[in-house]
């Protein structure tokens, strides 16, 4: 979390709604339209994308990137070096519209695929990564990555870096 925050100025040109009482680290990027609510906490070099809506009592941890029309709803918490993929959606009511809210739990350096839903009140772990499409409705265990409706594990984080590495470096990859 940032040690210092300050009132965030936008961007020039950018036009976005950040709550005056939400704490702002350095080198954060926020860009169009999107919105952080009040007594939102986010740390240093946070990028957040457009048309993406991060709800009041939020707290985003440091390095962390979320992409555009990421929806975030109140008393989320997401660590440090998270990345999280166009268009997911976390959800903190179970049974709407109920009084009782359960936000989540978004360890260090998870991974989040590309418009993946998610059960509220659930702890995604540690390095772990959630594919693209996924609908998780349980925890996810540390260091593992999950696919599919139900989100199942399929394997281990280390696997998913074997195969990160093996794309990035094959000659056949095509590249922008
Ligand atoms: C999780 C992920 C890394 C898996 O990739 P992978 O291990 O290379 O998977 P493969 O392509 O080898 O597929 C293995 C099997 O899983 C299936 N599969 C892969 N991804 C899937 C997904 N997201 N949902 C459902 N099934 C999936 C494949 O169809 C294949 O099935 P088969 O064995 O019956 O043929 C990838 O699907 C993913 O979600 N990447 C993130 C993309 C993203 O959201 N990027 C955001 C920035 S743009």
């Known amino acids: 979390m940032p040690t210092k925050t300050r009132r965030y100025r936008p961007a ?3 036009i976005n709604y950040v709550d005056k009482t939400a704490r702002i680290g350095r080198n954060v990027k926020i860009w169009h339209f999107a919105y952080v609510g009040s007594d939102t906490v986010i740390g240093d070099n946070v990028m957040i994308g457009s048309l993406s809506h991060i709800d009041y009592k939020v707290r ?3 390095n962390t990137r979320i992409e555009g029309c990421v929806y975030i709803p109140p008393l989320t ?4 070096d998270v990345f999280i ?3 997911a959606t ?3 009511d179970p049974y709407p ?3 009782r809210l359960a936000g989540l739990v978004i360890e260090d350096g998870a991974v989040i695929g590309a418009r993946s839903v998610f059960r509220p009140g659930i702890r995604i772990g540690k390095n ?3 594919a693209m499409g996924s609908v998780v409705t349980k925890d996810v265990p540390e260091e593992m990555v ?3 409706n139900p989100a199942r594990v399929a394997y281990s984080r280390q696997e998913y870096e074997k195969k990160k590495e093996k794309w990035e470096t094959s000659p056949e990859t095509k590249t922008i």
């Not at 918490?77 to 440090?80: A, D, H, L, Q």
């Open 12 to 14: 020039k040109n950018v």
């Open 60 to 62: 985003i941890g440091d």
């Open 77 to 80: 918490i997401i660590g440090r």
């Open 85 to 87: 993929g166009p268009a």
């Open 90 to 92: 976390f959800t903190n």
């Open 97 to 99: 519209k109920s009084k």
């Open 128 to 130: 772990s990564v959630v």
């Open 146 to 148: 999950v696919i599919g």
